[in-house]
C-alpha cells in the first residue's frame, strides 16, 4: 500500500465524515428555534422554522440589518455588517430600529423632541440578553437617556419572530414621543418586489390588492381610532412572481386595534423597508422622566412557498400562540344571531321562539343581539344605559337564559360599551365622557358617541357594567360590537400636550377590560365585532376567541370577503352565518345549500329568521349543521389550501382544508354563473398524503358520474376531482377520508 493510495483513502474518509456531520448539521438545523450572538463579527442571529433572521452591529454602533430567509446552516457566518453612505444618502445602512437623527433619511422607527427643541435622535448599541427563543437588546441615544429595549422572540414551529419596542426616558425632562414603530423589517435590496394587502369598505372587508414597490413610499393605515374596515394591518411581500404554491413571500401583521400605520418604502439604493406601529398622524406621547412606552408587537415571517404557505403559518402561529385559549382553542361552537331576524326588535317571546327553532337544527350557542336594554328601539337611543329593558323582558334576562340552557345551548349577548346616543342616561348624566373637543360640535355618527375609554372613571364604568352582567346572569359570551369610529378625538380634561395619550391609553384601557372579565369569568368567549370587520388584528385576538367577519352576509360576495381574511387571519375565528334570501345586503338570491357551503368555509353560525323557514329548510339545515360538525375542526384548525381563487373575475373558486395529520380533508367548490354550460374544470387537491388512500363523499352535491370513491392522494391531487355544477350559484362540498396508508 503506497503513500498517495493511503492518503486518497483518508481524504475520502474525511469527506465521508464531513458529508455525515453536514447533514447532520442541517437535520438539526430545520427544527426548533435558537438565538445567538457571535461576537467575532458582532451578528445576532434568530433561527426557527425554516427561517433566519440576522442583525449586527455596524461600524458607527447602530444596529444594522443583515439577512431575513431561508434557514442557514449552523456553520454559516454572516459578514459583518458596515454602515453605508451615499452622496444622496447621509447614512442609508438599513437599521433595525432607526431614530430620526444622525443624517437617518427614511422612515424612521422612533423621532422624539426634547424641551429644548433638539430633535436629533440616534440611537447605538449598548447592551443585549438572550433568554430561551427571545433577544433583548438595549440602545441609547448617543448623548441623552432615552433607551429604546428592543424584544425579539422567535418562534421554533413558523420561524415568525415576535418584534416590539420600549422607550424609556431616564432623562430629567419631559420627552415628546411623535412617531413610534414596533419594529422596521428590512429585504435585500432588489427592484423586483411587489406587495400584497387587504383593503375594502364596510360591507367590503378584506379585499386583497397587489402594488410593484416603486421607488418611494406606499401607507397602509387607520387614523379612525380603530383597526378599520378600510385595511387590515397585514402585509405580503414577494419578490419576482410567487403563486400560491410557489416562491418567496415575506409577511406580518401588527397587534394593534387603534390607529395604526404600515409603510413600505424603496429607497434610492433600492432597499426595502416596511415600518409599523403607532399612527403618527397627530401622534404625540409624552414621556415623563421615568416613563417608558411600550410598543404593539409586529410578527413577522418568511417562507419559499409562496402566499398559501405564508397564510398557513399565520394561522398556525395564531391558534397556538396569539388566541385566548392558544396554544389549543376550544372549536366554536354552532351558533345562531337575532339580528338579521328580529333588528331591535327583540322581547322574551320572540327570542325564546327563535331558541326553540334554533336548537332543533344542532345549534350551539344562541345569541341575542342588540335591542334588549335602556330605552334602545331602534339606533337613536339608550347606548350607555346596560339595564334590561322591563317593557322587553319582564323577568330579566334569567327566564330567557334558562330557557336557552333547557334547549341544550349556551347564551350569548350583544354588548357595545364604547357608545353613547345622546338620548341616554347616561349622557344626561355624563356628557363630559365622550371623546370631545372643546367648543366644538360633536359629531354624530349612527346617532351615537365614543366614551373616552381612556378615562379611569370611564373604564371603571365599562368594566363594572359588563362585570356585574356577567355576574348576575349566565353568559357564555358577549359580541362585543363598536359601530363608528373617532372624530374630534379630544380629551379636554387633561392638559393639552396629554390629549394625544388618547392613541395609546384608550387601546390600553379597552385591552385590559377585555383581559380582566375574562379572568374573573373563565368561561366567558368573546366576538370582536365592529359593523363588520371593522377590528379584526392580532392585538384584539389576544382577548377575542372570534371575529364578526362582515355585515356583508351575501354568499357570493363572502367567498371574496373569506378568500382575503385567510390571507391573514385563519377561518378558525372568521365568523360567518347563513342568513335569508334575497339578502339584505344586495337582494342576491341562493339557495340555501349554496348559504351554508359558503359559510362552512369559516366558522358556522346561523343569522336567518327561523320564522319563515319551510319544514324542508329545517331539514337541510338540520343535515348541514350536522355535517359541519364533522368537518369543523378540519375547517377551523387544519390547513387551508385556496385552490382556485375567486378573484379576478374567476368563474369558479374552490377551497380545502386539509387535517393536521392528514387524515381527512374537505373541499369547497363554487360555480357563479355557467355559460354554454361549459363544465367545471377539474380541481386539484393539494396537501394529501400521496401514497395514502383516501376515500370521498359528498357533503352537498356529487362528482361527475365516473369519478372513484377510492383513490390516492396521488390521484386527487394529480388527477382532481371534477365537480357536477349547473346554472348559477351552485355550490358542493365533499370530505376526503384516509382509508389506509
Ligand atoms: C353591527 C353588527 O355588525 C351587526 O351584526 C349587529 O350586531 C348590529 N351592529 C347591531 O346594531
Request: glycine share 8%; charged share 20%; proline share 5%.
Amino acid at each position: 500500500m503506497n503513500t498517495r493510495f493511503l492518503r486518497n483513502q483518508i481524504a475520502k474518509l474525511l469527506a465521508f465524515l464531513l458529508i455525515l456531520t453536514g447533514a447532520a448539521a442541517c437535520a438539526q438545523d430545520a427544527v426548533g428555534a435558537s438565538v445567538s450572538f457571535d461576537a467575532t463579527n458582532k451578528m445576532f442571529r434568530l433561527d426557527g422554522g425554516s427561517v433566519t433572521y440576522a442583525f449586527g452591529i455596524n461600524n458607527r454602533g447602530e444596529l444594522q440589518f443583515a439577512y431575513w430567509g431561508e434557514r442557514l446552516a449552523a456553520s454559516d457566518t454572516l459578514p459583518e455588517p458596515r454602515g453605508i453612505g451615499f452622496s444622496d444618502e447621509i447614512n442609508d445602512a438599513p437599521q433595525e430600529f432607526p431614530g430620526w437623527g444622525g443624517g437617518t433619511l427614511d422612515e424612521p422607527a422612533l423621532k422624539a423632541t426634547f424641551p429644548d427643541g433638539n430633535r436629533d435622535l440616534v440611537l447605538h448599541y449598548v447592551s443585549h440578553t438572550i433568554s430561551g427563543n427571545s433577544l433583548g437588546v438595549t440602545l441609547r441615544d448617543i448623548s441623552r437617556d432615552i433607551f429604546v429595549n428592543l424584544k425579539y422572540t422567535m418562534d421554533p414551529a413558523t420561524g415568525i419572530l415576535a418584534r416590539s419596542a420600549t422607550i424609556e426616558n431616564k432623562t430629567n425632562t419631559k420627552v415628546l414621543l411623535e412617531q413610534v414603530a414596533a419594529a422596521s423589517w428590512n429585504l435585500a435590496a432588489g427592484t423586483d418586489y411587489s406587495m400584497r394587502y387587504l383593503a375594502g369598505r364596510w360591507g367590503g372587508e378584506f379585499q386583497l390588492e397587489s402594488e410593484k414597490i416603486e421607488p418611494g413610499e406606499i401607507v397602509l393605515e387607520s387614523r379612525r381610532g380603530s383597526t378599520g374596515h378600510q385595511s387590515s394591518p397585514w402585509f405580503a411581500i414577494e419578490r419576482g412572481a410567487a403563486t400560491e404554491t410557489d416562491g418567496k413571500v415575506w409577511f406580518g401583521a401588527l397587534a394593534w386595534s387603534g390607529s395604526w400605520r404600515i409603510t413600505v418604502e424603496q429607497d434610492p439604493l433600492r432597499q426595502v423597508r416596511i415600518t409599523g406601529g403607532f399612527n403618527p398622524f397627530d401622534f404625540g406621547y409624552q414621556l415623563a422622566p421615568g416613563e417608558s412606552l411600550e410598543t404593539p408587537v409586529f410578527y413577522a415571517g418568511f417562507t419559499t412557498t409562496g402566499f398559501g404557505e405564508a397564510s398557513r403559518l399565520m394561522h398556525r402561529y395564531e391558534l397556538a400562540n396569539i388566541l385566548p385559549q392558544a396554544p389549543k382553542p376550544r372549536l366554536r361552537p354552532v351558533l345562531y344571531n337575532s339580528w338579521e331576524a328580529t333588528t331591535f326588535d327583540v322581547d322574551e317571546k320572540g327570542q325564546e321562539l327563535l331558541a326553540e327553532k334554533a336548537s332543533s337544527i344542532g345549534v350551539e350557542r344562541f345569541v341575542m343581539d342588540d335591542g334588549w336594554f335602556g330605552q334602545r328601539k331602534n339606533d337613536h337611543a339608550g347606548l350607555g344605559d346596560w339595564y334590561v329593558n322591563p317593557q322587553k323582558f319582564p323577568h330579566g334576562l334569567g327566564s330567557l337564559i334558562d330557557k336557552v340552557h333547557s334547549l341544550g345551548m349556551d347564551f350569548g349577548l350583544w354588548v357595545e360599551p364604547e357608545m353613547v346616543n345622546p338620548d341616554s342616561d347616561l349622557y344626561r348624566k355624563h356628557p363630559d365622557w365622550v371623546i370631545n373637543m372643546t367648543g366644538r360640535p360633536r359629531t354624530e355618527d349612527r346617532n351615537q358617541l365614543v366614551l373616552n375609554l381612556a378615562r379611569p372613571e370611564v373604564r371603571s364604568y365599562v368594566f363594572e357594567v359588563l362585570d356585574r352582567l356577567l355576574s348576575e346572569n349566565k353568559i357564555s359570551f358577549l359580541k362585543w360590537d363598536l359601530n363608528r369610529v373617532w372624530s374630534e378625538p379630544g380629551w379636554p380634561e387633561v392638559a393639552p400636550e396629554e390629549q394625544k395619550r388618547l392613541y395609546v391609553s384608550y387601546i390600553r384601557n379597552y385591552y385590559s377590560i377585555l383581559q380582566e372579565l375574562r379572568a374573573k369569568h373563565p368561561k366567558l368567549e368573546i366576538e370582536s365585532c365592529a359593523g363588520g370587520g371593522g377590528r379584526v388584528d392580532l392585538g384584539v385576538l389576544h382577548f377575542a376567541d372570534e371575529v364578526w367577519t362582515s355585515d356583508n352576509t351575501d354568499p357570493f360576495d363572502r367567498l371574496l370577503i373569506q378568500d382575503g381574511f385567510t390571507y391573514a387571519y385563519t377561518p378558525g375565528v372568521m365568523m360567518a352565518w347563513v342568513t335569508d334570501s334575497p339578502n339584505w345586503y344586495n337582494q342576491r338570491a341562493t339557495s340555501l345549500a349554496y348559504r351554508f357551503l359558503s359559510s362552512m368555509q369559516g366558522s358556522l353560525g346561523i343569522g336567518a329568521n327561523l320564522n319563515n323557514w319551510t319544514a324542508e329548510d329545517f331539514a337541510t339545515a338540520k343535515q348541514m349543521i350536522s355535517a359541519y360538525k364533522s368537518i369543523e375542526e378540519v375547517v377551523q384548525h387544519g390547513a387551508l389550501y385556496r385552490l382556485v381563487t375567486p378573484r379576478d373575475g374567476s368563474n369558479i373558486s374552490a377551497t380545502e382544508s386539509v387535517a393536521p395529520d392528514k387524515a381527512s380533508a374537505v373541499a369547497f367548490v363554487f360555480l357563479h354563473s355557467q355559460q354554454m354550460r361549459y363544465p367545471v374544470p377539474s380541481i386539484f387537491l393539494l396537501g394529501l398524503d400521496r401514497n395514502a388512500i383516501y376515500s370521498v363523499r359528498p357533503i352537498f352535491g356529487h362528482l361527475s358520474g365516473d369519478a372513484p370513491q377510492t383513490a390516492s392522494g396521488a390521484f386527487w391531487m394529480g388527477h382532481g376531482i371534477d365537480a357536477d355544477l349547473k346554472g348559477d350559484y351552485d355550490a358542493a362540498a365533499f370530505i376526503f377520508e384516509r382509508v389506509s396508508k
